[in-house]
């Protein structure tokens, strides 16, 4: 080759100083922003916290540390998920038409998730047309007033009035869960069923004091409120038990939601599936199978006997199988906001 042809290069680039267009003062005294800024710079290698890892630093006083171990990682990046900060006002409604399908558990369950790790903002609404079993299944407070009392109320709302201890007197302080219940009519002999008015003005009045509302549904898809619930939904939680009736009753379901032009709404859902104590007889890859190929994500969750026994339920009574795997659909429900 010719070496009159040969164009020369440019010279390599000097190393690029991540400190070079900090301020200074005159004298070369560095700021507090250099300062903050070098100290954020080499974040600190990760140390366990949790299981074997954590216990075998602390028996040696500090003087061995092991990195977090994949279960752990995957805790955390998940806890880090439901923290996230979704930008204003999330809606997560939780469907199946059959009842028995884990709807209202699952709604207790993810309300407790996110209120133990993002530390409150966060309501239950039972919002079944008539008769629920949410303000049941969760922990009793000082007044037993529902959803019903509230419409009756809710003109000191309107406006510019009410405050969240004007709203303490209609929800029911979970305690330990950090989260707030806002019960059903649980009389057998109501009144007029909900409206879609009704539902959208008590929405608008909690989404004043609430980041997280989890929408406890009916088993009537054509009632004004269920309806109300879906077009005010950011993201959708279909639950079954591990059973063919179950899931089918789900799947119509979500057939319904696209017939009506609700298609992103089915496809970027969760569906959880609710294990029995035994696995004989259940045809779930069948199940899993089906819903993979129409929503998002496809959960388990694990037989528990507190659960079962119909009883009011508290995080801190939940074995940790539990806890973990609803952590897991928390943080894909999460995803979604």
């Known amino acids: 080759m010719d070496p ?12 690029i100083d991540p400190f070079q267009d900090l301020p200074w003062v005159s004298d070369g ?23 074997p890892r954590a216990v075998l630093k602390k028996t040696t006083m500090g003087l061995v540390k092991m990195a977090p171990s994949k279960r752990e990682l ?3 990046q998940d806890v880090e998920k439901v923290r996230r900060n979704f930008g204003g006002l999330r809606q997560v409604t939780v469907v199946n038409p059959k009842g028995g399908a884990g709807k209202t558990v699952a709604v207790l369950l993810l309300a407790m998730t996110f209120g133990q790790k993002r530390g409150g903002y966060v309501l239950a609404w039972d919002n079944n047309e008539t008769q629920g079993t949410l303000g049941m299944r969760a922990q009793q407070d000082f007044h037993a007033r529902t959803v019903r009392d509230m ?3 809710l003109h000191l709302f309107r406006g510019a009035h009410g405050r969240v201890g004007d709203l303490s007197q209609y929800v029911r302080a ?42 406890d549904t009916g088993n009537n898809v054509r009632a004004q409120n269920w309806q109300a619930a879906i077009d005010a939904t950011d993201q959708l939680v279909i639950t079954m038990s591990a059973r063919n009736d179950s899931a089918e009753t789900a799947a119509r379901m979500l057939d319904h939601l696209e017939q009506s032009g609700r298609q992103r ?18 045809d779930l890859p069948a199940i899993r199978n089906h819903f993979a190929a129409r929503t998002r994500a496809v959960l388990m969750a694990p037989y528990e006997k507190l659960i079962d026994s119909g009883e009011p ?25």
């Open 151 to 153: 419409m009756r109320d």
């Open 313 to 337: 339920l508290r995080y801190g009574q939940l074995s940790n199988n539990t806890k973990d795997a609803w952590l897991k659909i928390a943080a894909a429900v999460a995803e979604g906001l």
């Open 29 to 51: 005294t560095p700021t507090a922003e250099e300062f903050a800024r070098r100290r954020l710079a080499k974040p600190a290698e990760p140390v366990a916290t949790m299981g």
């Open 174 to 215: 979970q305690g330990e869960g950090m989260f707030d219940v806002l019960a059903s009519d649980e009389s057998a002999t109501a009144g007029e069923m909900l409206t879609a008015g009704a539902f959208a003005e008590i929405r608008e009045i909690v989404s004043r004091f609430y980041k997280l509302i989890f929408v």
């Open 265 to 282: 709404l089915v496809r970027q859902a969760v569906s959880v599936v609710s294990m029995p104590p035994t696995r004989k007889d259940i």
């Open 4 to 15: 009159r042809n040969v164009q020369p290069q440019p010279p390599a680039p000097a190393p």
């Open 74 to 76: 995957d805790f955390k």
